[in-house]
Structures are given as structure tokens and as C-alpha cells.
């Protein structure tokens, strides 16, 4: 077995830490008045065992270790056409995440923002009530509509959420990404009957689901039915996708909600990949050869934390361990299937963001898109610096993000070399420390059933809950600091506002009125539309829904064609499929 | 040394937003401080919520929303309590509320809102001081 160190230089080395310790910093710590070094140092001796091509391998290969694709900088040649304002020329390729007030409100903000030269597919944000498959005039939606993201009701919002994509940029020539879970099925079926009516090839179609139901239990809380109801609806959308949109990806798996809800970072790693798990075998267990769709699986960031040392581990790790889960356990035979697709690109998560002093937060985001591009992505600087200021971001936070990033990998030449870091005695033994963790959460996972069985009994709801309460009593005894928060506030401090010169992007006036307006429009559409062809089209859904084996989403498209409202669909699976009721998880 | 009775709050999340770390870490902080906490999970419209504490009677509601309609939220949860002659218990609230909107909650007999970066010996303090406790 060809290791890096022999076992004469190995202990040689153990017999000089040995010395050290007693000698050199024993003095430093003496002259501290401390008997515990702050500082760690990692020798070859932590990592005795280090095999190259089982550890780290090359970049694009298994296990992955050194990055997801051979090479993977979009945009490294010469920059033409100057300069790009207002991220014509970013570096990722999903649009920015956004939506507000009605689709009539969201599609004047994307026509703007097409004005201001931002190309591709639109990365629609929904509101709550569309969320959890209420109607806008559901009392429950009271004070919500519009407010996280666009209302969606009926096909109707569709038809003018997607005005602006027509000609060049039409559905069949641009991507979009939709943050939607529990009732997915919903809009993707909006999407085909939009498609369709747009007289497209159904095969071009592009674009990515969020359709993470299991993390919803866990961390997000935007479910409707119970976990295992739900997972058929996720088993029928993929085989949707698999037989007739070949280009769309079904899933988009997260890590990060859990991480900003409390996840620890080894929670998060394993509670994503469990959840991943089950999806995989949802497909294999609907017969589908697994090779024919992991490669569509796509991975929303893992999320992270400001000790960026441990991240970058973490995300190393996580792409071994991917790996190794479809490779081992599903067999899949591709390369393609091996590699864990994920926006990486900044690893130290939105939790982090202070309300204090904002513009620190670009700092932070600019650590963590540094962090990032060593642990192999593409840097970005996310989130804007005002994100905890409100919903929406300004303009001006949007244009520094994306310049932070830029900076990061035109600049700084952060992209220039692949995992960087790989063979580093720390970096190297703390990925395998991670990994062993997180495994073991896994294997304790999937004891209890897997993560249907562990979100059922709350363990993993308790899981997070514990940690965030941990970290919160940190942070009150000055174990945690943050900056501007728990320390260095006091009054010698100057609080430093951001500067919002250009108007705030999203119509607050807009907004305020979104309400009224989108349940106006849906009662017009409820009067307009053929109200018995919609009645016998829920009646269909209804009946796919009570019978397993069939699939749902066909039946859902000719609802929804009809102009059947996500709340009278989604009511109608209440009744068959049953609704979650949050267990007590404390 | 008086047997003080021991606080009871009601932490409640109204409304449709499922982001409740906050609203457990408070609880599960609250009961670290002594004081007997119940969360009640996500999606409680404000009737709810009023139901809650007239059958529980608690010293002290807590609100946490941060999908934007607090203003709306919180200020119905206001208005519940007082129709069902609960009007005396301190509502507090937290979340993601921007500054400008602490004043409207704050006339609406919100008492306190407590923001992102709040610690829970803080809101604790507030709620004895309140209490006279």
C-alpha cells in the first residue's frame, strides 16, 4: 500500500509534537498565563493513512473530492462588451432569485430587470399562501398574499408571469427555477399547460424544481400532506419528468434551510444526504434505471456557517460521500450520476447576516464566496448585505454581491488551481473527520427508516431545534461572538447605515394593494371559466389521487388547463392524500 | 422569600411562515430562565391564537413572523385578545421586522418587538419588568 509518510518519519514526527508540546509552546502558553493553545496545528501524523487517488482523485472524477467537474469556470476567457451593470455578465447562471405582489407586479419587475440587461430564465419566488396550496382568497392567506414572492392561483398568473420570456428568450430557450415543494405538481403542471398553449416541444423544456419536500418537515415548514403522500407526489413529478420534459430538473436537494434553521454542520451534511437518499430510491422503487435520472438531481446549497476552515471540509466531504452513496449503494454506472451538482459558491449561509451595522454582512458574504471558490465552485458573494433588512433586495446590495464575486475569481484568480487545498494535513484530516460523523448520522438515519421514519418520530426537527438552542446560549455567555451583536457594540461603536440611492427594487405601494387585486382577478377568473369541465377535471385528479399506482400529474394538467386554483386542487388532495400536522417537536 | 408564581408564556407563530427557530429557541431559552413556555407550532391564525390563551392564561404572548405580514398579523392577534377580554396580557413580538414598522406595532399595543440579534436574557428582563415579577 503506497502511503505518503513512512513509518519511521511518522514517528519521528509524533516524538518532535511530543517535544514541542512540552517545550516551545508550553513556554508560549506559559507567558499567556494559559494552559490550552487557541490554536490547533496538524501534522502528517493526522493524516497516516492519506491515500491520493482514495481520498481526493481528480477533479471531475470519483470520488469528487477535488470538485464536481473537470473544470468547471464558466466566462474565464476576455470579458467583452465592457461593462456589465447590473449582472448581464455574472458567473452563475440562474437568475436572481425574486418575485412580489401579482404576476402583473413580478412581470414588470422582470421586464425591467431584462431592460437592465439580466438574460436567462427568471428564478420565480412564490408567496406563502401559494406555498402551502392556499388560494388568495383563502382566509388563512390573509395579510400574505404577495409578500415572499409572486401569488400564484391559476394558470392565468402563469400566462402573465411569463409575458417578458417570448421570441429569443421563449420556455423552450430559457431555464427557470421555481422555489416550490409541497405543491409542486401544481405549477410544473402550469408550466407544461403553458408550454403547450405556446405550441412548444415539450422536450426543450428547462429548468429546475425545488420539490424538497422532506426538508420542509425538517427545517422550511412549508408542507401540506405527510411525509410518505407526499413522496409519491415527488415519485409521480419524476417520472413525469423522466418520460416527458428530459431537460427539467425534478429536484433541487437542500441542505441550507436546515442549516439557517439550527442543522450543525455534520447535521445538515447527513439529515441532506438521508433526504437524498430516500428521493433515489422513490425513483428505483418506480422502476426507473437509476443512471436515467440521478444526473437531473441537482443539489441547492449545502448552507454553512462564518468557520469557513471546517465549511470548506465539509464540502469536500460532501461530494466524496455523494459519490460513494450513488456509486455503492444505487450502482449507478455514469460518471454523471457520481457528481453532486450544487450551487456552492458561498458557504457561509444567510443566518449569519446581522441586522447591526449591514454592511459588515458584505464582508462576510465576500469570506465566504473566498471560502468557496477553494472548496471548489465558482465564487459568489450571496447573500446582498441587506438581506436581513427586509424582503427584497436594494439594487446597490445586488450590484456588490455580484462584484465581490467577480472580484473573486477575475481578480483574486481564486479559480486558477482546483482544490487547492487537497493534501493539506488539516484540511485533509478534518474531511475525513466530517465525513465519519456525518455518516454515522446517516447509518442512524436510516435505522429508524430512513428520513420519513426520523422526521415521524421528530428526531430530526428535535435535532436542529437543540442546536440552535445550543448556539443561542453560546452566544448569551460571549462563547459565540458576533460582531456589531454580542460584542463590540458598545458606544464607542458607530452604527453604519447602507446607503439605498437607487429605489428599492420591489413597488412597496405595489405590494400593499397585491392582495386585493389577485383575489379581485380570481374571482373574475372563477366566474369567466367553465366551471363544470373544472368540476369533472378535479373529480379526475381526485380519483388518480385515491389510486397509488396511478400517476397524479396528467389529471393535474388537465385541471389546471381548466383553471382549477392551486387551493381547490391542493383541497382535493387533502382529502385523499391527509394533511401534516407539525409533531411537538419540543 | 414570597412562592412568586411562575411566568407563563404563549410563543405563537401566525400566519403562514414556517421559519421558527427563532420561536424555539426563545421557548426553549425562556424555559431555561424559569418560566413555563408553550410553542404552538406553525400556521396559528390569529383566532387561534386567542383561543390559546384563554385557555392556557398566560402572562405573556410572544408573536415571531418573518414573511413580511406582521403588521397585519400582530395587530389582529391584538385585537382577538381584547375581544375576548384577554386585552391585559403583554403581547411581545420578533422576527424580521423592519425598523419602520416597530412604531405602528408598538401603537397597536404590541410592548415590545424584538429583532434579529435579541438575546432571550434580554426579552426575560423585559417580560419581569413588565410583570413587576
Known amino acids: 500500500m503506497s ?51 482514495d481520498k481526493v482523485g481528480f477533479p471531475g472524477e470519483y470520488p469528487f473530492t477535488a470538485g464536481a467537474y473537470a473544470s468547471s469556470v464558466p466566462g474565464s476567457g476576455p470579458v467583452t ?6 449582472g448581464g455578465g455574472g458567473l452563475v447562471r440562474a437568475g436572481r432569485y425574486s418575485g412580489y405582489g401579482t404576476a402583473e407586479d413580478t412581470r414588470d419587475y422582470y421586464t425591467r430587470e431584462i431592460a437592465r440587461g439580466r438574460k436567462g430564465g427568471p428564478n420565480v419566488a412564490f408567496d406563502l399562501p401559494t406555498q402551502v396550496g392556499l388560494d388568495s382568497d383563502d382566509p388563512q392567506a390573509k395579510g400574505e398574499v404577495g409578500r415572499t414572492g409572486v401569488a400564484f392561483d391559476t394558470l392565468a398568473d402563469f400566462e402573465v408571469l411569463y409575458e417578458p420570456f417570448k421570441g429569443d428568450t421563449d420556455l423552450d430557450k430559457i431555464a427557470s427555477n421555481w422555489t416550490i415543494n409541497a405543491p409542486t405538481i401544481v405549477i410544473l403542471a402550469a408550466y407544461v399547460a403553458l408550454a403547450e398553449q405556446r405550441g412548444l416541444d415539450l422536450t426543450k423544456l428547462k429548468g429546475t424544481l ?197 472580484i473573486l475569481h477575475y481578480e483574486a484568480k481564486l479559480t486558477e488551481v482546483q482544490d487547492p487545498l487537497a493534501g493539506s494535513y488539516y484540511f485533509e484530516a478534518t474531511t475525513d473527520q466530517i465525513e465519519k460523523e456525518a455518516w454515522e448520522l446517516i447509518n442512524k438515519v436510516e435505522a429508524m427508516g430512513g428520513s420519513v421514519g426520523a422526521i415521524d418520530n421528530g428526531f430530526m426537527q ?125 | 422569600m414570597n412562592a412568586k408564581k411562575r411566568i407563563k408564556v404563549i410563543i405563537a407563530k401566525p400566519g403562514l411562515d414556517g421559519h421558527d427557530r427563532g420561536a424555539k429557541v426563545v421557548t426553549m431559552g425562556l424555559r431555561d430562565e424559569g418560566m413555563e413556555v408553550i410553542y404552538t407550532g406553525l400556521r396559528q391564525t390569529p383566532e387561534m391564537i386567542a383561543k390559546a390563551t384563554v385557555e392556557e392564561q398566560p402572562d405573556v404572548v410572544g408573536l415571531s413572523c418573518l414573511s413580511g405580514a406582521h403588521n397585519y398579523l400582530f395587530t389582529e392577534v391584538v385585537e382577538q385578545l381584547k375581544a375576548k377580554g384577554m386585552g391585559d396580557v403583554i403581547v411581545i413580538g420578533g422576527g424580521n421586522i423592519p425598523k419602520e414598522d416597530v412604531p405602528y406595532l408598538t401603537e397597536h399595543g404590541v410592548s415590545a418587538v424584538f429583532a434579529g440579534g435579541s438575546s432571550v436574557k434580554d426579552i426575560a428582563n423585559f417580560i419581569r419588568g413588565k410583570l413587576n415579577a
Open chain 1, 462 to 586: 428535535r435535532a436542529l431545534a437543540e442546536s440552535a438552542h445550543e448556539y443561542q446560549k453560546k452566544l448569551e455567555k460571549g462563547e459565540e461572538i458576533v460582531v456589531g451583536v454580542n460584542a463590540f457594540n458598545g458606544p464607542q461603536e458607530i452604527e453604519v447605515l447602507p446607503n439605498r440611492a437607487i429605489p428599492y427594487p420591489y413597488d412597496a405601494g405595489k405590494r400593499a394593494k397585491a392582495e386585493e387585486i389577485q383575489v379581485a382577478k380570481l374571482n373574475g377568473i372563477r366566474k369567466k371559466r367553465d366551471n363544470r369541465l373544472v368540476k369533472k377535471t378535479l373529480q379526475a385528479v381526485e380519483e388518480a389521487a385515491a389510486d397509488e399506482k396511478v400517476n397524479i400529474l396528467p389529471a393535474t394538467i388537465e385541471a389546471v388547463k381548466a383553471y382549477a386554483s392551486i387551493g381547490e386542487i391542493c383541497n382535493v388532495l387533502r382529502k385523499t392524500l391527509g394533511e401534516y400536522s407539525a409533531f411537538g417537536s419540543i
Open chain 1, 3 to 53: 502511503k505518503n509518510f513512512n513509518q519511521d518519519s511518522l514517528k519521528d514526527i509524533k516524538r518532535r509534537r511530543e517535544e514541542w508540546e512540552k517545550g516551545t509552546l508550553k513556554q508560549a502558553l506559559d507567558r499567556f498565563k494559559i494552559t490550552k493553545s487557541p490554536n490547533e496545528f496538524y501534522t502528517p501524523f493526522d493524516i497516516a493513512d492519506f491515500d491520493f487517488a
Open chain 1, 210 to 406: 425545488q420539490n424538497d419536500i422532506l426538508k420542509e418537515y425538517i427545517a422550511r415548514g412549508t408542507y401540506i400532506f405527510p411525509p410518505k403522500p407526499s413522496l409519491r407526489l415527488f415519485r409521480d413529478c419524476l417520472v413525469y419528468c423522466n418520460e416527458k420534459l428530459p431537460s427539467l430538473n425534478p429536484i433541487s436537494i437542500s441542505g441550507y434551510h436546515m442549516r439557517e434553521a439550527g442543522a450543525s454542520r455534520v447535521q445538515a451534511l447527513a439529515f441532506t444526504l438521508s433526504n437524498a437518499i430516500s428521493y433515489v430510491q422513490v425513483g428505483v422503487d418506480a422502476g426507473l434505471d437509476v443512471d436515467s435520472f440521478i444526473g437531473r438531481f441537482t443539489f441547492n446549497t449545502l448552507g454553512g456557517s462564518m468557520e469557513v476552515l471546517k465549511e470548506i471540509c465539509a464540502r469536500r466531504a460532501s461530494r466524496r460521500m455523494w459519490a460513494k452513496i450513488v456509486k455503492e449503494k444505487f450502482h449507478a454506472k455514469n460518471q454523471k450520476s457520481w457528481t453532486l451538482r450544487e450551487a456552492g459558491g458561498f458557504i457561509t449561509g444567510a443566518w449569519n447576516c446581522t441586522t447591526q451595522r449591514p454592511m459588515n454582512n458584505l464582508t462576510r458574504a465576500v469570506i465566504g464566496g473566498f471560502s468557496g471558490a477553494l472548496a471548489g465552485y465558482i465564487p459568489s458573494a450571496e447573500p446582498p448585505y441587506d438581506e436581513p433588512l427586509g424582503l427584497g433586495w436594494s439594487i446597490e446590495a445586488q450590484q456588490l454581491a455580484e462584484d465581490a464575486a467577480k
Open chain 1, 81 to 86: 462588451g465592457g461593462y456589465h451593470i447590473g
